[in-house]
Each structure stands twice: as structure tokens, then as C-alpha cells.
């Protein structure tokens, strides 16, 4: 890659670190992503760290900082949410993303950038700071959580986050940070899943939802798996709070009772609802959510470093493997 354009913004960045996900794992294989207008390729990355090596005095940034570039950048109309800072939420699917659709992504050495699209991290955050990005998504799926909660009088006691990736677990964390009974499922028995799920002083669980006694007030379903989906339809408690992270693939048909799953939803006032990205005000909650926990618990949960040249073995997936981060500087 040439060196990045000073029309991409004042913040000159020196790349650390990438987080890979599914995400890029579909990009990689063709399944997903959009290349920006008039290129044939994508620069991948959309979990960032850097560290800033260039900055305009009035940015509200130094050299030194250590910085996490924002995904989702809004749409030129814009529509109404993405006018007021909202472009998580945009209405007519316009929207940009580094890395995703439309826009180079940060896994070059260096980028350039809008100090309105840095966020700033706390120092002692460099070896986990990679874990920002994914950690806004819960941050966002807890922020609108706890507003469809207290659409009624709401004392919420049980979480049940199922799938133990990255999403999960974070969403563990910021349950447990919360002072909740947190509860996670996952089909893996031993290993990295439970024991990082234990030390945060929640309880793990192999069996599906429906057999381990729990109305949960909340239910963070992060595997993406459709059975598991449609399982938790079913298991929260009354006026429960059903938040969807999971993003899962097409083709895969499941039978229901839609005329029960519909009775049930209605009659015990629940609330089902999708969440996916985030804004700024994400951000800046998942910045302080990490800064809040335990480094050593953060550093556990990145279980492959892979350097630059080896960013193929980055693409494939370990049977081990909960986050793996692509380290950019040698």
C-alpha cells in the first residue's frame, strides 16, 4: 500500500495490532465485503490498536497515544440517526465501513484518520487494546438492553450469554461488571472457554439453554447458531430481555411452533431485539469497560499472536482459538 492519503485525515497512525474475526474470515473467502468504489481490493481490519505518530495540536491528540479507529463512518445523505451521531443505526444502509464496505480497513503499517473516528486508550491497555472494537458491540447490545429493561420496573438478577467467543465472553464481563449472575453456554467442554469464564466468577454450562433451570431476565445469544437462536426464544424469564449479537448464516431451516413461540413472547411481555456495530458513545463505554477489568483476564483471552507474515495461519481457525490477533509491527 502507498502511504496513506492527508485527505483521510490529520491523525497520521502507526498500526499495532488487528483483531481477525468471522467477519474477515467470510471477506477472505469472498462470502461478504465490499471493496472501495473503483479498486479491486480490500484492506482488511476492522479491530484496530495504534499508537498515534502524527497529530495536529487541536486534535485532542499527542504522539504517543495509543488509538482505536472507529468502523462505521455515516451515510452522505444522511438519514436522521446518522445526522445526530447514530450511524450505528443507519436507516437507509448507505453507510461506510473500514475494512467492511467501502472503505480500507486498518491492517496497513500506517493510516491517516479524523481525530472524530480515534478514540483514545489508556496506556496500560497496550497489549489488550485490540479488544476494544469487539467489545463496543456488547457495549451497545448492554446500553440498549438496559433501555427496553426499564421500559417497566426492572431489578434484573440472571444473565444467560450464549456462545463462548470473544462477543460472549465480553458480554460476560460487562454482565459480571454489572453485578449480575452470569451464566454461559457453549458446547466446549474443557479448556481456555470454561476457564475464562470461571475466573470472572460466572458459571459455564455445556447443555442446551432449556435444560439447565434458568428464566434469565437477560439472554445475550452470541453464537450465531441457529438451533441456539431460536432455543432462546423460549427461556427467558417474565418480562424478559432477548438481545441477538449473533449473525447467522443463510440456509439453515429449523422447525417451530410459531403460533406457541408467538403466545409465549406475548403473554410473558418479552422483548426480542437485534444488535449489531456501534457508535462513538460505544466506544468510549467499551474504553472505560476494559480499563474497568482485569488486564491478565483480557491478555488470557487472545489465545494466537501471529505476526505480519504469517497473517495467512491468522485466517484459519485453531481448534483453541478464541481471539486471534495479527500483529503488525515486527
Not at 440517526?81 to 450511524?87: F, I, P, S, T, Y
Not at 429493561?149 to 458480554?171: F, Q
Not at 469497560?289 to 497473517?311: F, H, K, N, Q
Amino acid at each position: 500500500m502507498p502511504e496513506p492519503p492527508v485527505a483521510d485525515g490529520p491523525l497520521l497512525v502507526e498500526t499495532l495490532a488487528i483483531g481477525i474475526c468471522g467477519t474477515d474470515l467470510e471477506i477472505a473467502a469472498g462470502d461478504y465485503g465490499e471493496a472501495p468504489p473503483g479498486e479491486d481490493h480490500l484492506v482488511i481490519g476492522h479491530e484496530s490498536l495504534g499508537r498515534v505518530a502524527e497529530a495536529p495540536a487541536d486534535s485532542g491528540f499527542a504522539a504517543g497515544d495509543l488509538v482505536v479507529g472507529i468502523v462505521r463512518r455515516p451515510d452522505p445523505v444522511p438519514c436522521a440517526n446518522c445526522a445526530v451521531g447514530e450511524w450505528d443505526m443507519c436507516r437507509n444502509g448507505r453507510y461506510t465501513e473500514r475494512g467492511i464496505k467501502g472503505l480500507h480497513g486498518y491492517a496497513s503499517e500506517r493510516y491517516r484518520i479524523s481525530p472524530d473516528f480515534a478514540v483514545a486508550l489508556d496506556p496500560a491497555l497496550s497489549q489488550v487494546g485490540v479488544l476494544l472494537e469487539p467489545t463496543t458491540v456488547v457495549a451497545k447490545a448492554w446500553d440498549h438492553i438496559e433501555r427496553i429493561g426499564h421500559r417497566v420496573h426492572w431489578e434484573p438478577r440472571t444473565v444467560a450469554v450464549t456462545g463462548a467467543g470473544p462477543i460472549g465472553l465480553l458480554a460476560a464481563l460487562l454482565g459480571v461488571q454489572r453485578g449480575l449472575e452470569v451464566h454461559v453456554l457453549d458446547v466446549v467442554e474443557h479448556g481456555v472457554k470454561p476457564e475464562l469464564t470461571r475466573a470472572l466468577g460466572a458459571e459455564y454450562h455445556t447443555q442446551p439453554i432449556g435444560e439447565i433451570g434458568l428464566a434469565p431476565d437477560v439472554i445475550v445469544e452470541c453464537s450465531g447458531v441457529p438451533s441456539v437462536v431460536m432455543d432462546v426464544l423460549y427461556q427467558s424469564g417474565h418480562d424478559g430481555v432477548v438481545c441477538l449479537t449473533g449473525v447467522s448464516p443463510r440456509g439453515r431451516n429449523v422447525t417451530v411452533d410459531a403460533g406457541a413461540l408467538g403466545r409465549e413472547i406475548v403473554l410473558e411481555n418479552d422483548a426480542i431485539f437485534g444488535s449489531v456495530n456501534a457508535n462513538r458513545a460505544h466506544y468510549e463505554q467499551a474504553a472505560q469497560a476494559l480499563a474497568d477489568a482485569d488486564t491478565g483476564w483480557l491478555e488470557r483471552l487472545i489465545t494466537r499472536r501471529v505476526p505480519l507474515d504469517g497473517y495467512a495461519d491468522a485466517l484459519q481457525r485453531h481448534a483453541e482459538d478464541v481471539k486471534v490477533v495479527l500483529e503488525m509491527q515486527a
